[in-house]
């Protein structure tokens, strides 16, 4: 029973690989943001000395915050593809297919934490190309892309709950960008909560994007894992959570 | 007979307004090509996406081999095989991985994925093009593909929405032939819906007449089209038609005669064209009329539509399935 439901999970996971395979150029072109804060933007903020991290430059202080951004983006998309997908009917070919509502939900948003991976090592390489340096330990490394497969999972459910919503692509294109943005620039991403104002930092420590740097932070970044705990619980919990309204919620999205 | 799929009275309201099934009760035998024949809007896809398990009926019950679509999806789930208005392969992936996908997704033994991919997509013609990735395909071969998706678990009954839209004849011809070669080597029960009059004349066994969410008509083809009591006899003379009218008027089984509207001949309407004309014949050599030319008429589905339903289906439906068409072949690109 159990094995079933992993197995067609897999299958999604599968299907997911193979288009990214298929299509890389996606993949390269959302590099492309990532790497002009790294590249551009880091650089001229490096003078403003805002780190308070001993050893850590500007740059290396965003990469993991700008890495965040980049896969919240590719994550809050998976809505709009479900509502895409509905449309085309492959959705309604799964529907019909002997899998559980839960694990096409499960599938859809681990898929999104496939795409996050691969997102994110491009971003990783050509951090360190432009002197970014990444701890290369390989237990670490592991616990930073599981990180980012839990985030990535929990915003893909989030936006297929908001697709559940919205109902049709014209009112879902907008979503994206409104939701993104607010929460990049209410989180720890490009400066420390430290220099906020009051009620920023009051955003700013229940966003769960501020957990996701954080933790991505230690273990790429800083090699102090004090933090680590407490932002792979968040995570989970906000995984969860979205995960549950997701699966359902699913359902709406086909009536 | 064999019932396999079982409606009784069902109902769909959509966004609590919208009626779209308005108690439909329907009963399919094993072994059949059953066709829901409808103009667009009817209910069709509609009826089609509450027996495939993907909405809740608002009122009424189905089964399928004797299953309840709702307490038991699960189990319907695994004996159906569906192809959606929709063009709904992934675009993106070659035709191959699509089966692959599917064939996960519905258990099929790892050991024997490879053996029945291959032969489902021989079947329909496009074990060449296995590994072609499935943007490059025509409408037609996606159509293929999905029939052979639908297939992969060898199901026992077939939902097919409109399968052969947007296609050319001989597309759709390709589509049949492989469909008919399936019904022999599996046993298997096709549930159908279509617009295109000729099609459900020429494969489905029986057929069922939806409008406005309610079923009109239901039998063969040839039960239905005798139902509408449309055969006719038109008669070409010299004579004058008044006369022509009188004499034949004077038989029994004759119901109507008409004036034919470019004025040249006389229609009788009769119960059987076939039996009527001997008569006819005989009893105008008895007045030595001389009958230039004489035909039968058979009813055409669209007779029936027309009787049953009111209005003529190709007329209700040629605009809009242009429009549908075209929706269809964008969203593939
Ligand atoms: N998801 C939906 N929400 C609201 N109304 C709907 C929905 N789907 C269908 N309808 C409405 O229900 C009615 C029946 O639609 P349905 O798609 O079942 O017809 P159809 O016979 O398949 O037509 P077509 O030939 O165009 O495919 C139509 O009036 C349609 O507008
Ligand atoms: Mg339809």
Redesign the pocket.
Known sequence: MLTNYVEKVLAMLEVEVRRIMHDRTELYTRAVQPILWIGVFAPVMEKLRVVPIPNVTYMEFITPGVLVQSITFVSIFYGLTVIWERDLGVLNKLLVAPVSRSALVIGKALSAGVRGIFQSLIIILLAELLGVRIILNPFYLLLAAFLVVMFCAAFASLSIFIASLLKTRERFMGIGQAITMPLFFASNAIYPIALMPNWLKAVATVNPLSYAVEGLRALMITGDLATVPLDFLVSFIFVAITIVIASQTFNRII? | MNSVISVKNLV?V??KV?R??NGISLEVQEGEIFGLL????????????ILTTQIPPTGGEAFILGKNIIEEADKVRELIGYVP?EISVMTDLTGYENMLFYSKLYDVPSSERKRRIENALNLVGLLDKANVVVKNYSGGMMRRLEIAQAIINYPKILFL??PTIGLDPSGRKAIWSYLSQLMEEHEMTILM?T?YMDEADMVTDRLAI?NF?KIVAVGTPSELKKSTKLESVTIVSKLHSNEVKKILSSLPFVKQVYDEEDGKGVTAYVENAEEAVVEIISLLKENSVNVESLSMNKPTLDDVFLAYAGTKLEET?SA??AR?IRRTMQRMR
Request: net charge negative; glycine share 14%.
């Open positions: 009536e | 769909k959509y966004d919208v779209a099934l409808g103009p667009n809007g009817a209910g069709k896809t509609t009826l089609v996406r208005q929405d409109e819906t617009h939806i969410g439906t809009l399935e549908k």
